[in-house]
Structure formats: C-alpha cells, structure tokens
C-alpha cells in the first residue's frame, strides 16, 4: 500500500511539473479557434450543395436530361440558406439571432420537404411510365443493346415487374431519405441544439 | 455575441488556459486528439461564455463546462479508441530491466488513468490538482461526502490497477 501512496506521490510531482510545459495559445490562436465552427457549418452547407447537385445531375444523365426545374429549385432554397446563415454570423442580440436561427430553419425544412416530397409524388404519378423503362432498359441490357434501342412505350410490363421496380424504387427513396437525414438533418439538429442554448441564456437573463 | 465579449472572453480563457490543457492531457493519449480536444473544448466554452452568470469562480465553471465536454467526446469515441497493444519480444527484456525506472512507472499510471471511467479520470485529476472536496463537489454536481467517497472508490481503483501489473 505504502508502494501504491509513493506512486500516487510521483503521479503528482510529475502532473505540476508538467503543467508547466503545456503550449500556451496566444489571443489570436484562441480567436481562430473560436470563430472555427462557425466555418465547419459553411462547409457541411457546401459540402451538401456539391453532393445535392451531383446526385441530380448523374439522375439527368441516366434519365437523359437535364433536370433544369430541379437545379433552379435547388440554386433558389441555397442562397436563402446562405444568406440567412450569414446574416446570424453578424446578428448583435440573442432574440435577433434565435429568429434568424428559425428562418433558416425553415428554409432548410421546406426545401428538403419539397424536394422529397417532388420525388415522391414524380414517382406515382409516372410509375408506369417508368416501370415500362426500367423493363425496356432490362431488356437492353441482357440483350446487350445500346442504350434506348428498345422503345418503351411497346412494353407491356407484368404483375412481376411491377412489384420489382416499386421495391427498387422504395430502395432508392429510402436511401435518397437516408441522405437527407445526414445531411439536411444534421444542420437541423446542430440549429436545433444552437436555438435551445440561446433561448436557456434568454430565460436565465429573464 | 459582440466583440467585447469575445475580447473578455478570449482575456479570462487565456489566464486559464492551463485547466483545458490538463483535461486533455487526462482524456487523450496523444498531441493530435490533445489539439482537437482542447479546441472542441475551447468551443463549448465559448458558447456558454454568455450564460456565466459570476456565480461560481470562472475556473470552476471552466472545469464544469470542459469535464463535461470532455466526458461526452470520451463516450462517444471511446467505443472507436480501443488500443491493439503490439507486444515486441524484443524490447521485453529492455522493460523488464527499466521497471525500476520512473519514467516507465509514470508511463505506465498514465496508461492505467486513461483505462479508468470518465468520471475517474475527472476525480484522479482533481486529485493531482489538490482540488479541496468542496470544489470537487461544486464542480461535479454533487455532495462534498459524495465527492470524497467517489475519490476514493476512484483512487483504489488505480491502485488496483497499478497492482494488476
């Protein structure tokens, strides 16, 4: 035991002398750090821009146009976004800030409920239109056709291929869903939690 | 959010700058994971800069603020932080000879520290700090008895770790 109370001694003598070595951070270093997470959220908002339009414009390229209505939807909601997101970056007053933080909210939110629910609504309006093109680009492929040889409108899909597109398509949804919830959802989240510690200073001021 | 803030802010974090360094040096095992802590930790610190309100010393606050950050981080990387410890015949021998050695026993209880629970590691640092039980208490949300018995349930546990060796 006497052995363990030496270690324990020596565990202290050596954490005071190496407090002193810690790397001391200037008032510029500190300023840099805090002022750093506000620029990882203009990234994520970025980062989910590129990705936004990349996965639209491989979907224009294997529909075989380009999704103009889509892009425009898209451009408009993003510079809301920016916008909202830098006019909170130079908001003075807690209560100003929390409605900024709620305006772009609700930019975020209406976008990404529109834009799912477009998708959605796309679908069955026009699944048999493309049931009959995912059963014309079936048969293209295991006959190893060019691309669009078979004229789709001459397809007449049965009960079977039905129900294998609209699970393929169920697939898809739920993963462009999945993509949303780490994306959109998590910028959500992270305004979410910022709006709570904002509106528990008001109180607390209160 | 104003400047002035950030400027009062930026002049009390500086002062005691050291708090957030030891916690580091406490929860992580290296200078890449000491850096990224202490800047996530300077972070939090920042956004509830304006909800201290003055009621207990800005250190103890400090405390609170960055063993809780510290102690979130630590749950949820911990799953990802086991360690493959590569056994090299070779040096076996070497290590047997410096067991003596100081800087092999310290090596070794910082080892022991970092495969405590977050809240032990919290208490072995307040500890080496000599953090009277009242802060400690203050610090942790609980009782001046509650923070002596924690200390040292947390204590024996390290030494029992020592002996396992």
Not at chain 2, 99 to 120: N, P
Not at chain 2, 122 to 141: R, S
């Amino acid at each position: 035991m006497q052995n363990n109370m030496d270690e324990l001694e020596l565990l202290k003598e050596d954490w005071s002398k190496n407090s002193e070595g810690f790397k001391e951070y200037s008032e510029k270093e500190i300023y840099t750090m805090i002022k750093q997470k506000s620029v990882s959220v203009t990234k994520i908002l970025c980062l989910i821009g590129i990705i936004e339009i990349f996965l639209w414009a491989i979907y224009g390229y294997i529909d075989g146009q380009f999704p103009v209505l889509r892009i425009a939807l898209f451009t408009v909601f993003f510079v809301l976004i920016l916008c909202f997101y830098f006019k909170i970056k130079i908001e003075k007053s807690s209560i100003s800030l929390m409605k900024s933080i709620l305006n772009i909210k609700r930019v975020i939110l209406g976008y990404a409920g529109i834009s799912f629910l477009l998708i959605i609504i796309d679908n069955i309006c026009n699944f048999n239109h493309y049931t009959k093109d995912f059963m014309a680009g079936l048969n293209d492929g295991y006959n190893q056709n060019n691309p669009h040889t078979t004229n789709s409108q001459l397809m007449n899909p049965q009960l079977g291929i039905y129900i294998i597109f609209a699970i393929l398509l169920l697939v898809f949804i739920y993963f462009l869903y999945l993509i949303y919830k780490s994306t959109y959802g998590r910028i959500l989240s992270h305004l979410r939690k910022n709006y709570k510690e904002l509106s528990e200073i008001e109180e607390k001021a209160i | 959010m104003s400047s002035d803030l950030e400027k009062k802010f930026i002049d009390v974090f500086k002062e005691n700058q050291r708090i957030v360094h030891k916690i580091c040096r406490i929860y992580t095992n290296n200078t890449e994971d000491h850096e990224d802590l202490f800047q996530e930790i300077t972070i939090q610190l920042w956004k509830s800069y304006s909800g201290f309100r003055g009621e207990s010393k800005f250190s103890t606050w400090m405390y609170q603020v960055a063993l809780n950050t510290a102690m979130t981080l630590f749950k949820k990387t911990k799953k990802h932080q086991f360690q493959q410890v590569d056994i090299n015949v070779s040096s076996l021998k070497i290590k047997e000879e410096s067991y003596d050695d100081d800087g092999y026993k310290l090596t070794e209880m910082y080892r022991h520290i970092y495969s405590l629970t977050d809240i032990e590691k919290a208490l072995i640092m307040m500890y080496l700090d000599n953090k009277p039980y009242k802060e400690i208490g203050d610090i942790l949300g609980i009782t001046e008895g509650n923070a002596r018995v924690k200390m040292n349930r947390a204590k024996n546990n390290l030494k029992l770790k020592i002996n396992a060796k």
